[in-house]
């Protein structure tokens, strides 16, 4: 998209942080061994409770000025959704509160945050009746992916404020996903586009030894 093509990037990709990544997945880095019960515990194995909020990205953090940034939702639907920032922030808002998971080892409890649930978001678009899977694409060139009954879940959303206020650009800003019951990479950071897809297509991550699914409490780190 033309418009995509002048939203300013600093920095560049680390590319020693992604090389060191790919050899944690490579070598099983920070695996027990053992599944956690998230109807007995809250930290999922493996995991550190952390207070303050960790940044991690590719090294590149695009500036999306507010009136600049556009969400698509696309590929199999039958009405493709293009919204602005304020036609985003007029859709009907929620609240949720919940713990995030990194599959770098952090974990952060009571996260608040407020945005458009994920679910409303496509019952808008209209899904087609192939489309079982979510490829996400972010400004800064980061893409991931989930199955869309994983991302049309209660407690996902696209969310534009954190602890009551706007996402910093460091976090994702102005809009970012929030998928809490999978480890964090699978919540993209300024987010774009949202395509929906018959098979699956994995991104950044997915592509580089990280696992497929994600699942914190099953230790699906690697795959
Ligand atoms: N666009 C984008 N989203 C991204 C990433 C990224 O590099 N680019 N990194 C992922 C990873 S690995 C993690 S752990 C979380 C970190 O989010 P935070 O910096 O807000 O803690 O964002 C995820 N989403
Ligand atoms: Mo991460």
Redesign the pocket.
């Known amino acids: 998209m033309a418009e995509d093509d002048d939203i300013p990037l600093t920095g560049g990709i680390r590319q020693k942080l992604v090389d060191t990544k790919q050899a944690w997945a490579r070598d099983g880095r920070l695996l027990t061994g053992t599944p956690g019960d998230p109807t007995r515990d809250r930290l999922p194995p493996g995991q550190t409770l952390v207070r303050d909020?960790?940044?991690?990205?590719?090294g590149v953090q695009p500036d999306v000025a507010p009136d600049r940034w556009r969400l698509r939702v696309e590929g199999l639907v039958q009405a493709p959704v293009r919204l602005t920032l304020p036609e985003f922030m007029a859709l009907p808002q929620t609240e949720l509160v919940n713990d995030i998971h990194?599959?770098?080892q952090w974990s952060r409890y009571d996260n608040h945050w407020q945005g458009v649930r994920a679910r409303d978001l496509i019952a808008m678009a209209r899904p087609k009746d192939e489309a079982r899977f979510v490829a996400f694409t972010?400004?800064?060139g980061?893409t991931?992916n989930v199955p869309l009954a994983e991302f049309v879940r209660d407690e996902v959303l696209l969310a534009h404020s954190w602890e009551g206020e706007p996402i910093s650009r460091?976090?994702?800003g102005p809009v970012?996903v929030v998928l809490p019951r999978l480890y964090?990479?699978k919540?993209?950071?300024?987010?774009t586009r949202i395509e929906l897809l018959r098979e699956d297509r994995p991104g950044f991550?997915e592509v580089r030894g990280y696992h497929n699914n994600g699942d914190p409490w099953l230790e699906e780190r690697y795959g």
């Not at 909020?53 to 590719?58: I, M, N, R, S, T």
């Not at 919540?187 to 987010?191: A, F, I, L, N, T």
């Open positions: 909020w960790p940044v991690l990205d590719l990194c599959v770098t972010s400004y800064d980061y991931t460091q976090h994702g970012r964090f990479w919540s993209p950071k300024w987010v991550w």
